[in-house]
């Protein structure tokens, strides 16, 4: 689960949890109060109205105490009996069997300062109010009323509105934690993508400014990050500026020496036969030396001057037959070939240079290990797979193959197998890597697999994205 | 008689063991040491060829190039990186007779040096020789072998001297191919060698000065795996 998930959904669970009990700690203490306000009122209500009644009677008599008592009706809306002391209605109206019966318990159980309620109706929406009071002559008479009010409701009454209080709840508290858990991760996915850009080879890549100008661990740990980009992008930058110094330095000793070479050529002339031998490995060793400096120069080129591509549209198909052509040529002096097999019209747009390099490098490679009066077989395709069409370049030598491990290994500058071969066949060992440089370039991929048509064999194939 | 030569190199013992070597093969060898120098030799005395460093301290060799080529029309080789295309393409463009990576065998650096001197000597000895130089029309193109110009629709078009030679062997045979061997040779003076894509750069530079189409149709077209052919536009 990603950091995000997991600190927006314990973040929403903590806070809808809170929310939710919050919001019924408040319901519940809120209905509370709002009961014990209206029994006060309404008690301190009927407890006036009990005590006039009881007055307006003793002093007054029935018609007067009716009047009185439709009087209350009229403006409180309470349909009101008064009780004497046998239980029987002092106004002489009819009264329910509900409000004789708490009259009755009212005269036996409650007192003067609290009425006594009953929620029990039948009719909804009605309470009972009892109230006893005392007359001048110490009389005792009890005085129901019939109140119209909604019964307090239980608490989980409605279960539409809380859902809809819940909810709410929850949609507040998730979007506050989606605001947090993004505030809190996205610049760690910078961060991520960053880290990822660099080890793939962007050494370049830096991130404090995409974090923003905050001032907390994650912005001190990009500016980390950065210092540490920048340190290995310096170390390996002047890596290989030292490769490509020395490398070009080498070449003024070596100028000389050729030129040296020749001269002693001269001299040895004609007459010291046995000083040719000589001269001639000197000649193939400082040619060897010059062509691995020159490719060392080209890898490093590849490697520092990714931006200056100059793209033009090629003709693959004549690149691949110059090459082969070129390649055979030499091939031929070693009692080996080079065939192109299979070819397809096929433009891509790319460097003429470093495409040269790259395939020609791959074939030489090839024909270098190839057995001898084997052929070097070259194809070109292009295949058109889901709307998107690739380019394959694939070169099969006739030799023993490499072991499944080097596969990938032999794209490595300097990369020797384990039979050692490469010197006495006369590579410098980084062909295949500027291959694959080049080939990267150009948004491809390289990939060595052996031969699976049945004898030896290795297969080299170059893939460009068309 | 000795020829003539200057070698432009800031490698003093590279520059002695050249002339040491090209002593004996007739040619007798001037020294500078930085492009300045270069430049004033070459333009104040008078030399059959110029081997000239690209990497030059103070201005490099394209540069030197450039100011010898503003009031000099001697043949230059230059001495270039290996692998490194982009100085031999500049180079040819700029002028360069012939290039030569570094290090070089001597014995290649002579022979390049004399098919460049035999063929500029080919060029001033016919135009002596021929009383009136040809002239080749080729659709909008007009090449005059004598003056060494070519007008494209009236206008003069500048070209190094190896992509004239270029243009003048596909003009003479205007609607045939003509092999990239035999253009090597007329344009280079010397086979072409394997890897060698010199003659390719020439017609692609061509190619851009002319403009790589004429009323429609692909002025120089490429002959895969031959070489090239100029087009005729068949109304003609």
């Known amino acids: 689960m990603s950091l995000f998930t997991k600190i927006f959904l314990w973040f929403w669970l903590a806070l809808g ?100 309620f009953d929620f029990s109706s039948r009719v909804a929406q009605v309470t009972l109010v009892a109230q006893p009071v005392y007359g001048r002559g110490g009389t005792r008479y009890v005085l129901v009323s019939e109140v119209t009010r909604k019964r307090p409701a239980p608490l989980f009454a409605e279960p539409g509105a809380w859902l809809l209080r819940l909810v709410a709840v929850l949609l507040t508290a998730g979007l506050v934690c989606y605001g947090l858990a993004r505030y809190l991760t996205s610049p760690m996915e910078t961060l991520r993508a960053g880290v990822r850009r660099l080890a793939s080879g962007d050494l370049s890549t830096r991130v404090s400014a995409q974090v923003g100008t905050r001032r ?31 490398s070009h330095e080498l070449r003024s000793p070596l100028a000389r020496l050729s030129v040296a070479l020749g001269l002693a050529r001269r001299h040895a002339g004609d007459e010291a036969p046995n000083m040719t031998s000589a001269l001639n490995r000197i000649e193939r060793e400082s040619e060897r030396l010059n062509e691995l400096i020159g490719q060392l120069l080209t890898l490093t080129r590849l490697e520092t001057d990714e931006d200056e591509l100059q793209k033009t549209q090629l003709d693959l198909q004549e690149l691949v037959r110059q090459v082969a052509a070129d390649a055979d040529f030499e091939a031929q002096g070693r009692n080996r070939s ?45 295949s058109s797979v889901d709307g998107n069409s690739r380019i394959r370049i694939s070169v099969r030598d006739c030799g023993k193959g490499v072991s499944e491990a080097a596969l990938t290994e032999i794209f490595r500058p300097f990369y020797r197998l384990a039979e050692a071969r490469d010197r006495q066949t006369g590579g410098t060992g980084l062909g295949l890597a500027i291959a694959e440089r080049a080939v990267r370039l150009h948004g491809g991929t390289m990939h060595a697999a052996n031969a699976s048509d049945g004898g030896d064999g290795l297969v080299v194939e170059i893939q460009l994205p068309a | ?41 070459a333009l104040a005395d008078t030399y059959a060829i110029i081997v000239l460093d690209v990497m030059l301290p103070g201005i490099n060799g394209f540069e030197v190039l450039r100011r010898i080529r503003a009031k000099s029309r001697t043949p230059v080789l230059m001495l270039t990186a290996r692998g490194a295309d982009v100085d031999r393409i500049v180079g040819l463009e700029l002028g360069a007779d012939d290039y030569l990576p570094k290090p070089f065998n001597p014995r290649e650096l002579v022979a390049r040096i004399q098919a460049i001197l035999r063929r500029t000597r080919d060029i001033t000895s016919a135009s002596a020789v021929i009383s009136s130089p040809e002239t080749l029309i080729v659709g909008d193109v007009r090449l005059n072998t004598g003056a060494r110009t070519v007008l494209r629709g009236g206008e003069s078009v500048e070209l190094t001297a190896a992509e004239f030679d270029t243009l003048a062997v596909m003009l003479a045979k205007a609607g045939r191919v003509v092999s990239r061997e035999e253009l090597a040779e007329a344009a280079l003076g010397r086979p072409l060698a394997p890897l060698d894509r010199s003659v390719d750069m020439h017609v692609s530079s061509l190619r851009r000065k002319l403009g790589s189409e004429v009323g429609g149709v692909e002025r120089i077209k490429t002959v895969r795996g031959t070489g090239y052919v100029y087009l005729v536009m068949s109304d003609e």
Do not use: K
């Open chain 1, 338 to 382: 080079v065939r192109v097999m299979a070819s397809e019209e096929c433009s891509f747009p790319g460097s003429a240079e470093l495409m040269r390099s790259a395939i020609e490098n791959v074939v030489r490679n090839a024909v270098r290990y190839t057995a001898e009066n084997t052929s070097v077989e070259v194809s070109l395709r292009c």
């Open chain 2, 1 to 41: 008689m000795m020829e003539r030569v200057l070698v432009v190199d800031d490698d003093v013992e590279l520059c002695e063991l050249v002339a040491e070597y090209l002593e004996p093969e007739g040619f007798s060898v001037d020294v500078a040491d930085d492009g300045l120098a270069g430049v004033e030799r």
């Open chain 1, 216 to 246: 907390d661990e994650i912005a001190d740990l990009s500016r980390d990050f950065d210092r540490m980009a920048e340190r290995i992008e310096s170390l390996v930058r002047s890596q290989r500026r030292l490769l490509g110094d020395i």
């Open chain 1, 17 to 116: 949890l809170v929310g939710t009990v919050l919001v019924l700690a408040v319901a519940a203490t809120q209905s509370e109060t709002d009961e014990a306000h209206w029994r006060d009122v309404t008690g301190t209500a009927v407890r006036v109205y009990a005590q006039t009644a009881a007055d307006t009677y003793e002093n007054a008599g029935t018609d007067a105490l009716v009047i009185y008592l439709q009087r209350v009706e009229q403006t409180a809306r309470m349909r009101t009996r008064i009780f004497d002391e046998r239980g029987a209605e002092v106004s002489g109206r009819d009264a329910t069997i509900e409000a004789r019966r708490l009259a009755d318990v009212a005269r036996q159980t409650g007192d003067d300062a609290e009425p006594v």
